[in-house]
Structures are given as structure tokens and as C-alpha cells.
């Protein structure tokens, strides 16, 4: 290609801006339509897809990827399957776009309400999943977005054979092309100029790691829905059902160790720390989990000393800290202070301490009696979710097709004027 | 003062966090107490308020201030009544934090819903009105956020008193200063500081000319709820009532020529230019209102030839600009690309021409048989409006106090756990 980066960048958000008029006013059904015909497509496609990915894992091997990120790359029949069935179940997902509410009559004469549309033009950047390109796609269509899609290039030969599915699903519902498009170019200008073009892209959503998200913050001149720690407090009060809390604390950490809800601090109200320090920690130690306690902690139950960093560590692995606290609002204080305000629990049977903590608390989820790996968009009824974001503008909290869509206003009157008796 | 503005600043910002922390969970009572003490302090210091607003106009006029700024920096005894009046009306707002909606049971067992929460700390940069202090506090402190006001440096005398009566309303309601603070130098790099500190300041609202706002939006490494232009179309349809049509399009020109809701361009459908044109044009001459033209225009009436200028251009003035279109499509085409996705309206009696007017004009504000003046928080039933937003996330439209606020999910279990069987 002979045309510069910025040129290439420039012609796709033109493109884009342009299909989002198309997608932006296009029915429930004809939007279905692609979201199945895509799944369809998908599925006559597996041999390309397969093709298609092992040249991404040659190629990832021969560059020494890591084991992890290889795993990542990989697409599976199961995954494949997973797509698929993501899909169909977006399109079964009911349409956020047209819904009127609070349509009420004003002194004046006129009714004011507000109407859900999409955003306009979205852009994802995202690093080795493939099956991103069809989460975010899907999500991006059936909220009535054109998407520019970023992958990362160890995944370039699997990305272009599912927008070429994704591309079949559009043209069978006889929608533009352009309403989702990949960067086809590896070349890393072309993440600088896609977050920096506020006429062509309305939001930018980083999925990555930590590098890659405060990178596109930085440099953005697009609004960014982001996603940084996950930093979560599971805090067992004065007042916690003790068994109950045990099982709370232990599923949190232990459901899955790297999801962005898993627990990484404990607190513990001092007046129940002795009774439920030693069997919570000979429970964790079955199950090879470090602990690392604060003084008080450590005079209950083994445990290496924790040190302040630790308190900001999101740790992503079977090592936990835990703190006992001297009640309700040094746990609240904590958890404000070094917590992500991503997600925190109280473990309490007691009305005005969760009352206190869900009012209190900072964070995109409060819990009550809930272990924190329960945030998640499908946990949550969201059907599917784009991400979970830890701003506190716009979308907090997980992501679905309600995230990608905002509200306009409509007045509706029969010619009444402003500053003059009502007609 | 020998310390740094930098250090300066970082001391209002993490003044603001913690009163942040204790206005965001003040109740209804404690934060209205506070405004009404406000009130009558104001109304007690009317005298200081017109001798510190004299200081400034003094130094306005010293420095060659032109008169329309002048008369924006004047405290009237007018001004101070409707300061007053302001804050009486907030403090009878609903209180938006702490309301709950959608809760619901899930598959798991747990209730998930959302509850409003304020945001934090809202920075606010703003030019020569200083009733401004008294609007952007009052929203600001309902709503449970704590401020840090920088209003203009020749209006910093006025500023200084109108904080000094807010001051005394936070003390008399038990209430800590820095829930609003007032920047007290008028060094510039007090705002590059201001803008720069997520750590302290969760969302800037410049208020004031496109130069401000765009080197706010510019420079700001906080997220920003900004208001650029009010370029607003009406649509004379088709279908529209010609009578009603002329009524509409005369109060959106003439209501106010200076707000951002005023009309700059008028659009008609070529099936009822010559019939309505004539009439139309023949009131807003005799208002003293210039008209600019296109080709078809100036076939029908007297108008000057009108420029590609001229459609992206938000006079706030006694001109317009008219252009006769082929019908729906080309209104709606010409509203998304000249038009400033503010407010629009068509006038049509017709259901499928409004729906689709509706449905497909980009703008925060969309409306039908209503002069596009009406955008406008009270008039909306905002009860009071920080401003009106052209952004689309978050906040888009007139802002009121559910603007300055966002939702956080709550979840509710009694020990259910993910990934088994709900207990």
C-alpha cells in the first residue's frame, strides 16, 4: 500500500462514519439478520479460520511468544463454537437503539424525554484474542455502532478470516461493509492516528493489559471507556455469619485467580478475627494459597508480612493479603484508599453496617454478602459485556450494549414558543 | 503566598477528596440546610457583595474591559436576588444521590441494580459572570461532589465574597470548607494544574467561550463535560403548518439572538418555499434581521448570497441563513454535517417525516413543532442546569444535577457463590 498510515486511518474513519449512519438507523431485524448470517458464516468458515490461526501461531512461535500468549492466540474448535454461539446470542439480545423514556408535559406545553441512540463510530484496540474481534463487532452492531477494530498483530491472519465472516453476515442483511472494519496494517501508527480522530471516532475502547490501556488514555483525544485494576476488598465485619463468610472469601479468591473480580485483600473486623483467621487460613493453605497478613493478622495465623505495596497489588495469582481493621470504617477507608474501585463486598447480617458500606464505598460494585468474582456482564443480566469499566463518566462498572449507546433528548410541542403564554 | 501553584493546587485537590468523601454521604437535609444558610447569607452580605463586585468593575474598567463584559461582571441588586432565589430552588431539588432502580433477581440468586452516586470533585473554570459561583456550587453540592471553583482573575473580588456567604453556610450546616473552594490565585497556571490532577479531580466543566473550552478539552488529562457550538437548524417540512411554521422559526431566531439554542439556519422544503418564504422573510426584516441565501433562496426572496461559511457558522446574532432543500433526506444530511449535534427541530404534521426526523438528526437535542430556544434546563425540568453538553457520553444535553452524578452497581446475595449451584 502506497498511501501513508495516517491517509489509510483517515479513509477507514471517513468510511466508518459514514456506515454509522446506515447502522445507526437500521432495524432490530435487519441488524439480527447480519448477527446470524455472521454466525452462519462462521461456522462454513472453520477450515479458513483454522488455516488462518495456525499462520498466526507459526508465527508467534517463531518470535518466542510466551506459552501464555500463544494459549491466548490459539482459536479452538471450542472457540470457535464459543463465537458462534456468542453471536446468536447477541442478536437474541434485545436492541437498546429507539427506547423512549420519561416522556413528560412541561409548564410550557411541550413533552420532554430522552431517546437511547448509538454512539456513532467506535474503535477497539485489543491485544492477542481473536475472539475479540466477534465479541466487540457483535456488541458494536447490535447497538447500532460502525466498529474500527485494532487487534494485535501476532493475530492478523485470524482477525481478517472472522471480519471476512463478519463481513459475509453484513452483506447477506444488505448492510455497508464498512460498519465493521479491521485495520489491515500492523503498523503502530495506526493506533496513534485511531485515538486521535474525533470527527471519525467517538469512543475508544483499550482491551488489554494495564501498558496498553494507560498508553490509549494518555494519548487519546477520543473518549475512552477503560478498564485499569482490579483491586478487590472482601470485608468480613463484626457482624458476619462466620461459615458464610468463609465460603464467601474462599470463592472470590479461589474462583478464578486472574479475572479482574478475584479478591486479592481480606479484611477482617477485629472482634471476629480470631474465631475466623485460622480456619479461612488452613482452608487457603490446602489449596496453595500465599497469604500475607498485617501484624495483627500474623499474631492469629501464619503469614509473611505484608508490606504497604502490597495493599495496592493486584495480584492476578493464589496470593492473598489480609488485613484485620479495627471496624467498619477503617474497612471502608481501606478499601477507598488502595482499592481500584473496581469491586468490593461486605460480609455482614447486620442492616445499618451494609447500609453504611453500599453508600460509603467507592467502587463500579458494592456487595453485600457476595463474593466479588460475581462481577461480570452476564452475571449481571447485561447478556454480554464489552468490558468492565472502572471510570466513573459515562459507563462504570460492566460494559453491554446499554455502555455503547447514550441518550438524546426529544421535545415534542405543537408550536408553543418560549417566553410566551402556552397555545 | 511562597509555595508553588502546583503545590497550591495539589493542596485544594486533596482538600476536596476528603470533603468529598463527607458530602457525599451528608444527607438531603444536611446539604439543603446548608443552602438555604447560604441564602440568607448572601442576603445578609449584600452591601460586601456590591462593595468587592465595585473593586472589580473598577479594575475592569482600569484595564479596558469591553462593556458587554462589564455588564457580565456587574453584581445588580437583580443578580443578587436571583443568586438567592438560585439556591432556594436547588436546595428544593430532589436529591438525586442514593436512589436505587432496577433491581432484580438473578439466575445465581443474587440482586443486581444501580444506585446514583455523586462523583467526587468537579472543577469548574469559568469566565467573567460570578453569579456562576453561586449556580456551579449549589449544583454541585446537592449532588454531593465537592468543588474547586477558578472563575476569571477580573472578577476574583466578587468571587472571593459570594464563596466567603457559601462558606458560612457550610459551617452553619456542620459541613467541611473544602466542600467548596474557591482558587485564589489568578495565575494561569492555575488551571494547566487544575486539569491535570485525576488523582484529586474527577470531571472538569469549563463554562465560558470556544477558546477556553477547546484549550480545556486540549490540555485536560481529567474527563471534561464541554459545551462547543449551537449551530440549530428548523426544518420547515413538507407537511409542515406554514402559520405555525413562521411562529416557530420566529422564536427560535428572535427569543434571544445570543443563547446557544437560538436558530442560525433556517431549512424549507423546496414543495413550500415560495408559499411560506415570502411572509417569513418579511418578518424577520422588519426584526432587523439580516437573511443570507442559498441559489433557491434568492430565486424566491431578497437575501444575501449565502457561503459554505455561512452553514457552519453560530452567529448569536440578528442573522440567518436560509437553504431550500429537496425534502427529508437532504434536511437531515445537511443538519449531521453542517449542524453542531446541539438542537434541531422539524415542523411537519406528519408522523412518518417526525419519526424519522427523530430517529435520524445526531443531535443531543431533537424536536418537533417546537422553536429550538426551549433547549434549555429549566425549561426541560432540570430545575437548574450547569450547562448544556455536546458530548455524547455521559452527559449529553442540558446537565442537572443527575449530570454532575453516575451510577455504581449494587449486588445483594445471602452467600451465593459463582460457579455452583445457588444455596
Redesign the interface.
Known sequence: MTESVLDYMTRLGRAAREAS?VI??ASTAQKNRALQAAANALDAARAELTAANERDLAGGRANGLEPALLERLALTPERIDGMIVGLRQVAALPDPV?AIRDM?Y?P?G?Q?GK?R?P??VIGIIYESRPNVTIDAASLCLKSGNATILRGGSEAIHSNRAIAACIQRGLAEAGLPAAVVQVVETTDRAAVGALITMPEYV??IVPRGGRGLIERVS?DA?V?V?KHLDGICHVYVSAHA?LP?AQ??AF?AKT?RYGICGAMETLLVDQSVAKEFLPSMAAQFREKGVELRGCERTRAIIEAVAATEEDWHTEYLAPILSIRVVDGLDQAIEHI?KYGSHHTD?IVSENLADTRRF???V??????????T???DGF???LGAEIGIST????A???VGLEGLT???????????????ESV
Open positions: 449512519r445507526g438507523r429507539g413528560s412541561r410550557s411541550i420532554v431517546m441512540v454512539l456513532g467517538d469512543v494518555r483525544r473518549p471507556i455469619d458464610k465460603r464467601i470463592n474462583y477507598n463486598s453500599v453508600a460509603e467507592d467502587s463500579s460494585s458494592v456487595m453485600i454478602n457476595t463474593p468474582c460475581f462481577a452475571e449481571y443480566g471510570d466513573k463518566l459515562h462504570r462498572g460492566p447514550c441518550e438524546k433528548y426529544i421535545v415534542v410541542g405543537d408550536g408553543q414558543l418560549r417566553g410566551q
